[in-house]
């Protein structure tokens, strides 16, 4: 066991192949070239493995064992092997673009992923740059054999992404949400053994990932050495599509995970319908802009055709698949967009946690509307569509994320409230419990019991904790004229400062006086001096 390479080791190792590439490529690249030298290093090391232990168990010859491994992976030819790669002094990127190609063409859930980075351009990587990385790669070998446990790979593999994340600031935020959150949407929405989660959008995987590692630690959550879950994801970005593909692969979980524009586009279907899933969970990009692409493209079109420019009216906007029951968000904001794909994307029993800002909570004009069906439905004039869908609200810390300082909220939908829930909302501000960081703030493991178990109890026993957690009656939240802003339901705690007008008054006159006698006195100085008279 003492040669097995550790998770500390192995992570610290591949974090020092960043310093390789700083200078050459911009550092929010270099996650892309990394993760794919990354697998292919562990896809050769697993092969030669494989190989071993055939001529080692079987006696058979190098050729044969080969042979025999081949048929079950696909051909694996000699130029796309690390032993011919690392020999290379020239031409390495073009070689290794080739390996990748040979392993999508052997390995068809790969497609595209691997070849999603193309490292034949020696304008971004000189051959030099490349014999660096691969002997830096040589160091360790990373077969199953060579880590202490099987889905090592997969954790280091998370932490490079957070590590990337940092590195690139706020295009971190792009792609990662930070674990501690993600991990607090999972324990709400509370994914169980058998059920399948979909993430709309899905960034790196983690939030599948995360799914799964909560669906295996309960009772029957392992099924044949795997999570007993079936995971869905879409990402829009080509190059975060093959990270997510390439995370999920290395935690040795399967995924669908498509890639494609989630609102205009969405990719699984059942026909012509959207697929359902028992929960759904996401974090969108905040208050997206210019959302509904064919509505931007026409209106581009028409401002080329010498028409004068405006703004498209988002009120044509036509879906497909009828998701926008609840109304049409504005152009500027397309949270509400995300929200209603999600909760068309659940079944009858489903469970959602979306991650959102404070404005859904309380911004009116269309985003209001959409909000008030959530809520309290829609009448038959409007398409009659069912309220009483937000179990849950939580308020979240600022300065969590990556990419925005303010603060967000876990919006919790469910299409089966229990009875004892139904009418209410389950509201909890969990904003004053944080770890204090330099870039951005933190959730601990207490903060996230203490969020979560609160839920529970809530969702259980309608159970209150005061400046902490109510249970709010629709009536109350009708009487705010559907406004969900937090402060209006839960009070702080916080005693705020008396202010005594009177001597305030008294205390600003006393200082306009003084200001005045001091202006005297500077004028006195400057008229002594000859620059006034």
Excluded at 141 to 156: E, F, P, R, S, V
Excluded at 190 to 210: A, F, I, K, R
């Amino acid at each position: 066991m003492a040669d097995k390479l550790s998770l500390e080791t192995l992570e610290s190792w591949l974090w020092e192949s960043a310093n390789i590439l700083r200078g050459s490529i911009d550092s929010s690249d270099f996650k892309n070239y990394i993760f794919g030298l990354l697998f292919l290093k562990r896809y050769n090391d697993v092969f030669d493995e494989r190989v071993t232990k055939l001529i080692k168990d079987e006696g058979l010859s190098y050729g044969d064992a080969q042979e025999e491994v081949e048929d079950k992976w696909g051909k694996f030819p000699i130029s796309a092997r690390w032993f011919d790669l690392i020999s290379r002094t020239e031409n390495i990127g073009e070689a290794m673009d080739k390996a990748f190609a040979t392993i999508e063409a052997n390995n068809p859930e790969l497609q595209h992923v691997l070849t999603a980075t193309q490292y034949g351009d020696k304008r971004v990587l000189s051959d030099a740059t490349l014999q660096r990385l691969l002997r830096h790669f040589n160091q360790y070998k990373l077969g199953n054999d060579d880590l202490y446990k099987a889905d090592m790979l997969g954790d280091a593999y998370e932490y490079l992404i957070k590590q990337f994340a940092d590195d690139a600031g706020k295009k971190g935020g792009e792609f990662y949400t930070p674990k501690a959150v993600v991990q607090l949407v999972v324990g709400l929405i509370d994914p169980q053994p058998g059920h399948s989660v979909y993430d709309p959008t899905c960034g790196s995987g983690g939030m599948l990932v995360e799914s799964a590692h909560h669906v295996s630690a309960l009772p029957n959550g392992i099924l044949m050495g795997k999570p007993n879950v079936l995971l869905f994801g879409q990402e829009k970005n080509l190059g975060t599509w093959a990270i997510a593909k390439l995370n999920l692969y290395l935690h040795n979980m399967r995924a669908e995970i498509e890639r494609g524009d989630t609102l205009v586009e969405p990719k699984h279907l059942d026909g012509d319908y959207l697929k359902t899933f028992d929960r759904v969970i996401a974090n969108p990009p905040f208050s997206a802009k210019s959302w509904w692409t064919p509505l931007e493209l026409s209106n581009e079109n028409e401002q080329e055709n010498g028409k004068k420019a405006k703004a498209p009216n988002y009120k044509q906007v036509s879906d497909p698949y009828g998701r926008l029951v609840y109304g049409i968000p504005p152009r500027g904001y397309a949270d509400l967009a995300f929200a209603q794909h999600m909760l068309a994307s659940l079944k009858a029993d489903g469970r959602m946690g979306i991650i959102l800002p404070h404005g859904v909570l309380f911004r009116s004009g269309e985003e209001g509307k959409i909000r008030e069906g959530l809520l309290f439905g829609t009448d038959a004039a409007n398409g009659s569509q069912p309220g009483d869908l937000i179990e849950a609200i939580v308020g979240l810390p600022s300065a969590l994320f990556y990419n925005t300082g303010i603060p967000a909220c876990v919006l919790i939908l469910n299409k089966q409230k229990p009875a004892a829930l139904k009418g209410k909302v389950i509201i909890i501000d969990g904003s004053r419990d944080y770890l204090e960081g330099k870039a951005q703030n933190n959730l601990s493991a207490e903060h996230i019991a203490r969020i979560v178990n609160t839920h529970k109890a809530a969702f259980e026993q309608q159970a209150e904790v005061e400046s902490y957690c109510r249970v709010v009656t629709l009536d109350e939240i009708r009487s705010n004229d559907g406004n969900l802003n937090i402060a209006r339901y839960i009070d702080n705690g916080e005693t705020e400062e008396v202010v005594d007008v009177t001597a305030t008054l008294a205390q600003l006159t006393a200082l306009a006086n003084e200001e005045e006698q001091i202006d005297a006195r500077l004028n006195g100085y400057l008229a002594e001096l000859g620059f006034i008279k």
